[in-house]
């Protein structure tokens, strides 16, 4: 039962992980012989800035199980376990084994695995497999421990500005895949990022190999925001037209026009709809499905710089310095926002909380029900031009045109870490 309260603590913890997965491996969906089968699932959210990390590399292909951070102590000492995924133990005879359903799976070859040790480290991509397969049984199982542990060792990582860089593509790729201007806009998962510039085109990406699998063209204007999910992808422009495609193939699905100018950013919402708002001072609704235009949002006095949803509520920032906050359904405005000196360059919203970012160089925190600032986070030189919000890590991380991330407690409204890592261009 000890992986049991491993596993009590790190859902105590609020921390989240893609049960199908877990399942596809532990039932090993792909079939009996899965040294080279690949099952992977990418975990679905309605927050397209989610943290999930990768916790279980596998060199034979095993596709990792994402959860969220952690903040906790590590504790006790590692071990086997042969805890299934469904709050059940499995039984330590073949015949029990049998009974409840455990499915074998051919031998693994041997990863060379050194005794586990206390210390907090990560599962390496030599040895992700032992910690989730046991070869004396001949059984895969969730090891609760590591898996708390990785998470514990993640946290640590972000509490001392630990990180890697690397050049993405690599510069082994043919020059023929790189975009020709400036990127705008990015989003990714565990195997494809895509991004959009200034040279209006979207590309996609490997991300192990940095190969441009795809690159999309018919805009005729820069690519200024995109999103995608498992089946199509949603890209706005400065043409002030928003395409929506087939991910797998490439074809324009539907032209959604009717902004007035540049489309600066978009999200998809339940229902098989999409939010825009655009410098024309609006925000839109639309069908993904017909292209047909829903419903207007209108009110701001200036371009609409970013939105961001939760539920029934979106919330917008505008570059007349207020953030409004509007019912979903009926387009009405239910709140204005009024303390930045300059322009909103961003918002996030996690349903209870709303962190905006400005030109006027600082970062606010805003109670989403009464409207309230409850803080004021200052130390940016310059506008704040992107934020990410944590709201089960309380962390928020901005990144503005000084070059400079940095990251910020979302409780306490203080700053926690200045990465220190400025970068060239805007």
Known sequence: MEQSLWRNLFES????????EMDAYLNNADGEDDTTSNIDKSADSDNSHSTDEKLIASPLNISPVPISRTSSPLLGISRWSRFYNHNRQIAATEGERSSIGIRNIRRLTSLGKEGHSTSCQTITDNNAVDYHYDPITNTRFINWQKLYQNRFAIEERWKGGSCKTRMFPPSSRPVSDLHTEGIYCIQFDKNIMVTGSRDRTVKMWDMKTGECKMTLRGHDGSVLCLQYDDTMLVSGSSDSNIFVTDIKTGEIKKKLIGHQDSVLCVRMVTNN???S????RSLRLWDRNTGEC???????????NALQWKGDRVVSGSGDRTIKVWNLETGECLQTLAA???GVA???FD????????SDQTIKVWNATTGECIYTLVGH???VRTIQLDPIANRIISGCYDGCLRIWSLDEGRLLRDLGQATEGR
Do not use: Q
């Open 13 to 20: 913890e609020g921390w989240t992980y893609n049960r199908a």
């Open 273 to 275: 709809r999409i939010l």
């Open 340 to 342: 930045h000196t300059r």
């Open 277 to 280: 708002c655009s410098k024309d």
């Open 346 to 348: 961003c918002v996030e």
């Open 294 to 304: 829903i419903r207007d949002y209108t009110g701001h006095r200036a371009a609409v």
């Open 381 to 383: 030189t310059e506008l």
């Open 351 to 358: 349903g209870n909380r709303i962190v905006s970012g400005s």
